[in-house]
Structures are given as structure tokens and as C-alpha cells.
């Protein structure tokens, strides 16, 4: 069974993520009773937090499709100004169903993303375990060992400076002062090693894990130190994880300025690298990545190809924020990229606190469109997406991939 939609045919799985990306969701009273029995996984107040939110609002639904088992995990966006949000309600049992436009749709299981059991578990020095390690999606291990971005501008859809304590660790205070990850380092190292030992055992990760090292940036002189210190966190974990993650630890960051410093994140076990440009044109990476652009698109474009060579074709990726750009021009600029040896996947636009744009998010129709078409770029080049279906909640990149959308 399938949806027929525009001029496409997609699994009902893949179609609510779809609607769900591109209308936002809300919550009966009683799903929100139901969320809170059920330990659902709250906001991770990282990168962003929907508008009207409180932390205990679900962070991401896991939806399975009845008929072949099909699993995938949608980040519950906030509903937004032009389309009508997709109802989350609950029958009589308890069992999650999703309605859009009056009708419900069929043949899918949906359940909240529990919270991982190491959420609630602590370090021998009393800390919590997800002070260290945290889960994005079923089934990331994200490591961000920082708070905050200290790029020149921030990018304009972005909230990650809404979420810093005064007494945590910020990019801004490192890059004052290198000292400040200096001296806490070892300590850091250790803590995070007892942390992903412990995160290991979670069920989350029964299958595998993506490992994925990320955070905001450090000031623009301070990117060597930046990578620098991505490397060492790197060859600290690398042994730890080897058996549990899927494609290796990616990186996620902007690149150093010096490009040997790729050099020494494959010399420390990295599998994978990601320098997002976010926006793919010149005129929209100015306008949307204005402390990105401070550094130079090129900047970002040679540091990708610089990577293909260390780390091969189909192992370096760049990221964008679909909804940002025209439709067309961004197709034109992944096709370009990929030729050059780059992956190219996508996360939908959803307007969270803390941003200042000027455009909504994209219709459902241009979002299967887009992802069917990036599929067929990617594709041509022999590259899979990262990670997985059960992780990458904003996208629709490995559901393409994995033909959940189909030409009619
Ligand atoms: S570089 Fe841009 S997207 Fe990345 S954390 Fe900083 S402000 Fe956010």
C-alpha cells in the first residue's frame, strides 16, 4: 500500500514524515499524558527549540510501516503561519495515530522516541552521563563537547547561542582563551570515555550507532585549534566505538584554515567529514550564512574537494537547509557538488526560536520533489546517504534512497 501524491508514489511512513517536516505538529492533551508516561525524549535545547515549546514537548516519533516494517524517525516540528499542522491523538488503548486534513492515515505504527536508558544514569564523579553523549534520532551518539557558536554572524536559522548557561563551557570562552578546553581536557577525555562505555549498553544502540562529533563554531582564527581538538577527542574514542558505529565517527564542523588539519582528522581515526554551506548559492550562503560567508564560500567548496582527496569520494558531505533557496538553483549546485566527489543530503527549514529569516518552510510537494530529485544526483555518483532513516529525523534523505518514494 502507498500514497499517490503529486506525481509521486510513497510509503505512508515516509509520507507523514513528509507532511510532518513541512506542516509542523501538534499534540492532543492526551498524547501529551501519554508523552509523559512513556519517558518520550523532550527538546535537546542544542541547536533549537520549536516556538511555543516547553522541553517536555516530544523531540522525535518513531513511525513504522505495518505492512513491511519500515521504520523511521521525524523530528516533531512546530506547526507554522501557512498550512495546517498534521494531530497527533491517541485512541482508547493508548496507540498513537496521526491525522491530516480530517483523515487518519493507514498502516503505520507511531510511537514517541523514548529517552535512551543512559539519560538517567550518572558518571562515577556524579555527573550525568548526558552531560557527554547525547542521542539525536533513534540512534546517534552525539559528542558536542561545547555550548554555543562563536562564528563572526551567526547563520539565520539558527538558535544555538539561546541555550548557554553562564557556567558551561562556551565556543566564546575558548576561543577567549584556548585555556579554558586546556585545562579541562583530561578530565573531559576521561569523563567522556566513561560515558560512552556506559551509552554503549543502551538499547538505542543494539544495532549500531552513528558517531558523530559536532558543535558550534570557535572564532574564525581559532578553526586549527578547533579541528585540532576534534582530532584528539577522535583518537581518544576511536577504540571505544569502532564496534558499534556504522560508518565510522563523522566530524561536523567548519574546516581549518590550514587544510593539513583535514589531514590529521584522518590521521586520528575520523571516518567521515561534514562542512556544511547550508545555503548552496553564493547569494543565499551571503545572505542566510552571513558568518560563514565572512570566511568565503570558496573557502568552504575547496576545503570539501581538499577532503575527497583524504578521505575519497562518497566520504565527505555537505549539508543544506532545504526551504532556504529556490528549488532549481540548489538542484543545479548539488549536481556540481557531487561531481566534485561531495555527498549531498538536506535537512527541511523549520522556523525555530531564536531565528531571523525572511522566508516559510517548503510545501510538501517541494520537499518530496527536492529529495527524489537529490536522490537521483547522488545516485548517479554511487554515493548512499549518511547515516540512517532512524536518525536523520529532518530529512528524507535515506527514504529516497531507499525507494519509499517513487515516480508514479
Ligand atoms: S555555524 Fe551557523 S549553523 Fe553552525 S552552529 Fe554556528 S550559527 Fe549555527
Avoid at 499524558?33 to 516547553?54: D, R
Avoid at 581538538?229 to 581549518?256: C, D, H, M, W, Y
Avoid at 574537494?305 to 543545479?332: A, I, M
Wanted: proline share 3%.
Amino acid at each position: 500500500m502507498s500514497v499517490i501524491f503529486d506525481k509521486y508514489v510513497i510509503k505512508e511512513e515516509t509520507y507523514l514524515k513528509a507532511l510532518i517536516l513541512s506542516r509542523g505538529i501538534v499534540f492532543s492533551d492526551n498524547v501529551l499524558k501519554i508523552a509523559a508516561v512513556e519517558k518520550a525524549k523532550g527538546q535537546n535545547l542544542v541547536y533549537n527549540m520549536p516556538f511555543n515549546a516547553s522541553n517536555s514537548r516530544p523531540q522525535e516519533l518513531i513511525i513504522r510501516n505495518v505492512i513491511d516494517s519500515y521504520e523511521v524517525v521525524v523530528s516533531c516540528v512546530a506547526s507554522n503561519l501557512t498550512s495546517t499542522p498534521i494531530l497527533l491523538d491517541a485512541d482508547d488503548e493508548g496507540r498513537l495515530f496521526a491525522v491530516s486534513d480530517g483523515e487518519r492515515i493507514e498502516n503505520i505504527e507511531i510511537n514517541f522516541v523514548e529517552e535512551p536508558e543512559y539519560y538517567s544514569k550518572l558518571l562515577s564523579n556524579g555527573e550525568l552521563v548526558k552531560k557527554y553523549v547525547s542521542a539525536c534520532g533513534l540512534d546517534e551518539l552525539n559528542i558536542i563537547p561545547w555550548k554555543g557558536c562563536a562564528i563572526s554572524r551567526g547563520c539565520r536559522f539558527c538558535g544555538i547561542n539561546n541555550f548557554i548557561r553562564s557556567d558551561e563551557l562556551s565556543a566564546h570562552k575558548i576561543s577567549k582563551n584556548k585555556n579554558e578546553w586546556n585545562r579541562v581536557c583530561e578530565a573531559y577525555l576521561n569523563n567522556l570515555t566513561e560515558a560512552i562505555i556506559i551509552a554503549k549498553q543502551s538499547e538505542c544502540y543494539k544495532n549500531h550507532a552513528h558517531v558523530i562529533l559536532i558543535a558550534g563554531n570557535l572564532s574564525n582564527e581559532n578553526l586549527d585549534f578547533e579541528t585540532e581538538v576534534f582530532s584528539q577527542i577522535a583518537e581518544r574514542i576511536n577504540p571505544l566505538v569502532k564496534s558499534i558505529s556504522k560508518e565510522g565517527i563523522v566530524v561536523v564542523i567548519t574546516p581549518p584554515n590550514n587544510m593539513e588539519y583535514i589531514d590529521k582528522l584522518k590521521a586520528a581515526g575520523v571516518g567521515k567529514v561534514v562542512f556544511n554551506l547550508e545555503a548552496l548559492t553564493e547569494s543565499g550562503f551571503e545572505k542566510y550564512c552571513p558568518g560563514k560567508y565572512d570566511l568565503g564560500y570558496q573557502f568552504f567548496v575547496e576545503r570539501l574537494k581538499y577532503s575527497v582527496n583524504t578521505f575519497g569520494k562518497g566520504n565527505v558531505w555537505t549539508n543544506l537547509v532545504f526551504g532556504l533557496e529556490k528549488k532549481e538553483f540548489v538542484l543545479e549546485k548539488c549536481e556540481c557538488l557531487a561531481k566534485e566527489g561531495i555527498v549531498i543530503s538536506a535537512n527541511v527549514l523549520h522556523l525555530d526560536k531564536g531565528n531571523t529569516l525572511d522566508c516559510n518552510v517548503p510545501t510538501t510537494n517541494d520537499v518530496v520533489d527536492f529529495f527524489y530529485k537529490l536522490e537521483q544526483i547522488n545516485a548517479r555518483e554511487g554515493f548512499v546517504p549518511f547515516y540512517c532513516s532512524k536518525a536523520l529525523r529532518t530529512s528524507l534523505s535515506n527514504e529516497a534512497h531507499d525507494l519509499r518514494i517513487k515516480m508514479q
